[in-house]
């Protein structure tokens, strides 16, 4: 059931439904009960009607009376046998009232507050049998089982009904106190359809969103705290040279210097925070790949001619992917800087997009040295260098593949590496299924 609303309004309509049948049901089984006791009083006080009248015709009013005393002994109630009138024919007293209150043998009680009088008549209509019996006693413990059964399937049901909704808020409650302890991976995973269920789901939605951003923010201070302690004691050497040294310019110079790679640095760990620390921050639109690729290649054609190594495009079929622009665009581009780096001189580095039935590729290759085996799962990481002999001057600050593999995993991609012999070549690939 869809909806905790509509839940508790079936349940609760299921309640009523189920008291009300029960009650008829033991209503109609005390009826039934009681219409076998009334016809059997019936037939018995027509049959004492009939030995009456055979005792009054044949022997008169005393054989009429030795007959009744028998009768009342034996039975129980006050027995009279009148007239059409409802005067006694044993006594002549007038028991015309107790005609009026009376009401046929066979018939079920009216009340059970007063006295019970049931009359029979013969079948000339000339006499009446009158038995009066004093207010019936209430026998309520017989149906208390039958009441106890309907009360406690009634609390079966309210149970049930308190049960599925309490149930999954308490596990909810433990959830949500576990993640406020510190527990990030912990989530509800409710398959329920109704408010709980949609409740729990966004307790998971908001879970991962804040697990992401602490974990964004506990990375961001680590890589601070592990990366910044070379380029800060760089740059206090290089303002002790430029308070000490000789040549102010030339220490200047170098404090500046110190100064930008320090900024650049902060812009990098910053950059790698936003792309991974907010997704839902991300605008996602719908965009020609080949376009992005072309314009990415323009913006580091100049980089490759100042190293002496030229830019090969192959990308003519267009592709649309959804994503975030800018998010892909430093993607690609910190890929393709990045052998644009380590690629020798007079050499060519390779950019190709193919297209695959749920996925397009772009591959970047370069004709350098290319990475050891046992360190290609590495270079995704952050600080990542191959040979840690290369500064930031020489080898970069070990970050564009880092943001790049962040970048591309926001778009539901993967990012692979392997050696291509000679060099090194990354793939990107892309999801081309939720373009439309």
């Given at each position: 059931m869809r909806s905790v609303y509509a839940k508790i309004l079936l349940w609760s309509f299921a309640t009523l439904v189920l008291s009300l049948v029960a009650f008829v049901g033991v209503s109609i089984m005390v009826s039934v009960n009681s219409a076998g006791h009334t016809d059997f009083f019936g037939q018995l006080h027509t049959l004492e009607l009939e030995q009456a009248r055979q005792a009054y015709e044949e022997g008169?009013?005393?054989?009429?009376?030795?007959?009744?005393?028998?009768?009342?002994?034996?039975?129980?109630?006050?027995h009279y046998m009148t007239d059409a009138r409802g005067r006694d024919v044993l006594t002549g007293t007038d028991r015309s009232a107790l005609l009026a209150i009376a009401q046929p043998s066979g018939a079920p009680p009216r009340s059970v507050r007063g006295p019970l009088v049931q009359v029979t008549a013969s079948e000339d209509g000339r006499y009446r049998w009158i038995v009066e019996f004093g207010p019936p006693p209430v026998d309520v413990q017989s149906y208390l089982p039958y009441y106890a059964l309907i009360l406690?399937?009634?609390?079966?049901?309210?149970?049930?009904?308190?049960?599925?909704?309490?149930?999954?808020?308490?596990?909810?409650?433990?959830?949500?106190?576990?993640?406020?302890?510190?527990?990030?991976?912990?989530?509800?995973?409710?398959?329920?359809?109704?408010?709980?269920?949609?409740?729990?789901?966004?307790?998971?939605?908001?879970a991962e969103r804040i697990s992401t951003l602490?974990?964004?923010?506990?990375?961001?201070?680590?890589?601070?705290?592990?990366?910044?302690?070379?380029?800060?004691?760089?740059?206090?050497?290089?303002?002790?040279?430029a308070r000490t040294a000789e040549d102010r310019d030339a220490a200047a110079l170098r404090l500046k210097k110190e100064?930008?790679?320090?900024?650049?640095?902060?812009?990098?760990?910053?950059?790698?925070?936003?792309?991974?620390?907010?997704?839902?921050?991300?605008?996602?639109e719908r965009l020609s790949l080949d376009d992005l690729l072309m314009e990415v290649v323009e913006d580091c054609w100049v980089e490759a001619d100042g190293r002496g190594c030229t830019i090969v495009l192959r990308a003519g079929t267009p592709v649309a992917v959804l994503g975030d622009r800018e998010l892909l665009r430093?993607?690609?581009?910190?890929?393709?800087?990045?052998?644009?780096?380590?690629?020798?001189?007079?050499?060519?580095?390779?950019?190709?997009?193919?297209?695959?039935?749920?996925?397009?590729?772009?591959?970047?290759?370069?004709?350098?040295?290319?990475?050891?085996?046992?360190?290609?799962?590495?270079?995704?990481?952050?600080?990542?260098?191959?040979?840690?002999?290369?500064?930031?001057?020489?080898?970069?600050?070990?970050?564009?593949?880092?943001?790049?593999?962040?970048?591309?995993?926001?778009?539901?991609?993967?990012?692979?590496?392997?050696?291509?012999?000679?060099?090194?070549?990354?793939?990107?690939?892309?999801?081309?299924?939720?373009?439309?």
């Open positions: 008169g009013q005393e054989k009429l009376g030795r007959y009744l005393e028998r009768v009342q002994q034996r039975l129980r109630g006050h406690g399937a009634v609390a079966l049901l309210c149970w049930l009904l308190a049960v599925s909704i309490a149930s999954p808020l308490r596990a909810l409650a433990r959830t949500v106190d576990r993640f406020g302890a510190g527990d990030l991976a912990v989530r509800a995973n409710s398959t329920r359809k109704d408010e709980i269920g949609e409740l729990s789901r966004v307790f998971d939605r908001m602490l974990t964004a923010e506990r990375r961001l201070l680590q890589d601070v705290s592990h990366e910044l302690r070379t380029p800060l004691a760089r740059l206090s050497f290089a303002a002790e040279l100064i930008q790679r320090l900024t650049s640095l902060v812009g990098a760990l910053l950059e790698v925070t936003t792309a991974e620390g907010d997704p839902s921050s991300a605008a996602p430093r993607a690609i581009e910190n890929v393709l800087r990045n052998s644009i780096r380590y690629a020798p001189p007079d050499t060519g580095v390779e950019v190709d997009l193919e297209i695959g039935p749920n996925a397009a590729t772009v591959s970047v290759r370069d004709y350098g040295p290319g990475v050891p085996e046992e360190a290609l799962p590495k270079i995704f990481q952050p600080f990542f260098r191959v040979d840690d002999s290369r500064d930031s001057a020489t080898g970069g600050m070990g970050l564009g593949l880092t943001i790049a593999m962040r970048a591309v995993s926001l778009h539901h991609g993967q990012l692979r590496a392997e050696n291509a012999h000679p060099g090194l070549r990354i793939a990107i690939e892309l999801p081309v299924r939720a373009a439309s």
